[in-house]
């Protein structure tokens, strides 16, 4: 599997992907906002873009839809419930689906609502594996609920299926958002050395050129999957002091996502 990471350049800070199976260049394009770059980057690297996928409904995820299909004759996936949100969908995926592109490339679908209700992540089925995780999971951060989502729900994704993962699993987001996420990660647990660490660097980085992160590292940098942390907690506690001495890992991640609203 060959990943081509496309970073946009726009207010949003979006990472667009393609995914090409290298017997046969066929490849599939995540969330291509920026059409032109991804039409571009295709013709360079000499694939075919046989496949369009949509994480989920929002505008930034599937406003290139359209130029793409039509420059390359694509189908249209996206999760089932997004039928009415999401013009001319060809296929409607649901959890568990197998999205295979050319020869060698099986991607396994998760539904994962919390940022929509209409959400899916894509595991590649590889020796390390990969994540395309649209707006659910950030590098160091976690999707927000904003504009039909609900916490509760982001919640169960996180410790239902995606701590779950192996935690070699490549992460692959749908935006640049590292280095605010690393800082809220400090804010809310000072003591946090490998964030602290990475902070300054991230501050840097050039996304074109992005860090790629894994499972294991988000665990170490994530707040969201922090929950257990002594120091999130203690900290956490400062705002919120009717707190329970003992509070459960969802209420400390339905706090963490109420104060990174605001953050």
């Not at 504009?147 to 935690?167: C, I, K, M, R, V």
Request: with cysteine; net charge negative; charged share 20%.
């Amino acid at each position: 599997m060959i990943v081509e990471q496309i970073y946009t350049d726009n207010a949003w800070r979006n990472f667009n992907y393609l995914i090409a199976c290298p017997e046969t260049g066929e490849a599939m394009a995540i969330d291509p906002l920026e059409h032109a770059k991804c039409l571009s980057a295709a013709k360079r690297l000499g694939w075919d873009i046989v496949k369009v996928l949509n994480t989920h409904e929002h505008g930034d995820h599937t406003g290139g839809n359209g130029p793409m299909m039509a420059a390359t004759g694509a189908k249209l996936l996206a999760h089932h419930g997004a039928k009415n949100k999401i013009s001319d969908i060809d296929v409607g995926l649901s959890a568990g689906d197998m999205i295979k592109i050319g020869k060698t490339i099986v991607m396994e679908v998760l539904d994962t609502p919390g940022h929509t209700m209409s959400h899916v992540c894509l595991l590649s089925h590889t020796d390390q594996p990969a994540l395309f995780c649209g707006d659910t999971l950030f590098n160091a951060g976690a999707g927000n609920c904003h504009n039909g989502g609900h916490p509760e729900e982001l919640y169960e994704t996180f410790a239902s299926q995606l701590t779950l993962l192996p935690d070699n699993t490549q992460i692959f987001p749908g935006h640049d958002y590292i280095a605010n996420n690393l800082e809220f990660t400090l804010d809310r647990e000072p003591d946090n050395k490998k964030a602290g660490e990475l902070v300054a660097t991230a501050s840097k980085q050039d996304p074109h050129r992005a860090v790629v992160t894994t499972l294991g590292l988000e665990k170490e940098i994530n707040t969201f999957f922090r929950l257990r942390s002594p120091s999130v907690i203690n900290t956490l506690r400062k705002t919120f002091p009717s707190l329970p001495e003992d509070p459960s890992p969802q209420e400390i991640f339905l706090r963490l996502r109420e104060l990174r609203n605001d953050w």
